[in-house]
């Protein structure tokens, strides 16, 4: 046990505590002192960290929220940030304080007293935002632990603190940069009442870093950005093709377009992609030096799975995107010309319909009676989440696409669908690093690369 001076207006008045060490492998090793009522470092505060050290930026000011003992705060600072730290608890705003000075990381560092709807106010020129969010489970006017614990350390209901973070910086939305990252710990098994799923439905890229289970509880840290970093989409009224008007767009960072009205659509091997006013065509222009160690077949599959699952959809080797009742939805194109950016086209329809013996399906039946527009920052936000480079995160790996294509086309596999390949019955049981489909008959393994001669029985 040991005593801890508050800060400034509070000097004649001691906090006691418990030594805590806490270390993160090749940032450093520290011992804070954590009052009551403050929550020490733990196995989620490790996690959290170990996201931070894993970007690949450590430069200009972070904003920690809920900063507790200081344990995440001392990373931070020790990584090179400018650090603004807040809590609700101001024994938590006490303790990071005597921390840092005990530490000697101080400068560039300041902490006060707030929290979300409680005079937080995200400074100007933020490039970091982390939460270790809340995850008690909110239990009406009873108190589990002391007010000021149950402030610090519970959710909230509907949308939960994540949410209301969300909500912050849509009404101040120039407070985060343009390039700006956020991360926040979730709790996804079970999953609370914080979710990165409000941010996916809110038009946010969003991908997972670490996870960790613990019990019965499983913990995630989800980075989080806005799509293009400040460069918007191409929306045009009217034209002949996305993917040829995603030929002469800007080749520097996250560049697409989309048009309302497409009149000479292309789909696999050059056939005509029919679609009208109101469906979503749009084409996304990836840099080689981004994709281009990727196979075009892998690319198109990983993408495939990616969409349908922001349409709330399945999706068919290698690039049909499918209804739950099995009715072509849309479908992926992928086109590259030399050394030029590869365009990744996507088509996807708004309702059901049936013409000349044909039937399609529309995201209407998964999504609601949404916009097209709308439906095209969903799929421009998923698509980003995993190939839009923004400077913090690592590109995804083959080995990370082969499995996203795998597990997208295990929904629809699941469900009792079945194949046959020149005349023999095949089961599916995995893709390879080149986006083909691996299946085994009764005597051998068949890898299968196109489409010409695969029929499919739902």
């Known amino acids: 046990m040991d005593n801890l001076t508050q800060g400034e207006g509070t000097e004649n008045q001691a906090i006691r505590g418990n030594f805590h060490n806490f270390s993160l492998e090749e940032v450093g090793s520290w011992t804070v002192l954590v009052p009551h009522t403050v929550y020490p470092p733990r196995e989620d505060t490790e996690l959290i960290s170990r996201a931070i050290s894993g970007l690949r930026r450590s430069d200009g000011l972070a904003l920690e929220i809920g900063c507790g003992s200081g344990a995440v705060t001392l990373v931070l600072a020790s990584l090179g940030w400018n650090v ?34 409680d005079g937080l106010k995200v400074p100007e020129n933020t490039s970091l935002i982390l939460w270790n969010l809340p995850y ?34 849509t009404r101040d939305y120039d407070s985060l940069n343009d390039d700006g990252l956020v991360l926040l710990l979730f709790r996804t098994d079970p999953r609370g009442s914080s979710s990165p799923d409000s941010w996916k439905a809110s038009g946010w890229s969003v991908r997972s870093m670490v996870s960790l289970r613990i019990g019965e509880e499983r913990l995630e840290v989800f980075a989080l950005w806005r799509p293009g970093q400040g460069i918007d989409p191409i929306i045009l009224e009217k034209c002949d093709s996305t ?45 080689p030096e981004v994709v281009g160690n990727i196979p075009p077949g892998l690319l198109q599959t990983s993408i ?25 939805m849309g479908g992926i194109l992928v086109e590259s ?38 439906v095209f920052h969903r799929i421009d936000a998923s698509i980003s989440s995993y190939f839009e480079d923004t400077g913090w995160l690592p590109m995804p790996t083959v080995d990370e696409l082969v499995d996203i294509s795998w597990r997208g086309i295990s929904h629809q596999l699941s469900r009792g669908v079945s194949i046959e390949f020149e005349g023999e019955h095949l089961r599916p049981i995995g893709i390879t690093t080149n986006g083909e489909l691996e299946a085994i008959g009764r005597e051998s393994l068949m890898i299968i690369d196109d489409l010409d001669g695969l029929l499919w029985s739902f």
């Not at 489970?137 to 909230?156: H, M, N, W, Y």
């Not at 959809?313 to 049909?320: E, G, I, L, M, S």
């Open 84 to 117: 603004y730290s807040c809590d609700v608890n101001p024994f938590a705003v006490a303790a990071t304080k005597g921390n840092l000075d005990e530490h000697e990381l101080h400068d560039d560092v300041e902490v006060w007293e707030a929290g979300i709807d």
């Open 337 to 374: 010309s030399g050394s030029d950016n590869i365009r990744v086209g996507v088509g996807v329809n708004w309702r059901d319909f049936e013409e000349g013996g044909f039937s399609a399906a529309g995201w209407s039946s998964t999504l609601g009676e949404i916009c097209a527009v709308e």
């Open 136 to 169: 008690l489970e909110p239990v009406g006017e009873k108190f589990r632990l002391s007010a000021i614990e149950e402030a610090s350390l519970t959710d909230r209901e509907d949308g939960g603190w994540s949410e209301s973070l969300l909500d912050l910086l």
């Open 243 to 287: 993917m040829d008007e995603a030929i002469s767009i800007g080749d520097v960072g996250w560049q697409r377009v989309f048009t309302h009205e497409q009149t000479s659509g292309r789909g696999r091997k050059g056939a005509e992609w029919k679609s009208t006013r109101g469906d979503v065509s749009a084409t996304w222009s990836l840099a």
């Open 304 to 328: 495939g799975a990616i969409v349908s699952d922001a349409l709330g959809a399945v999706v068919k080797w290698p690039n049909d995107i499918m209804s739950a009742d099995c009715i072509k």
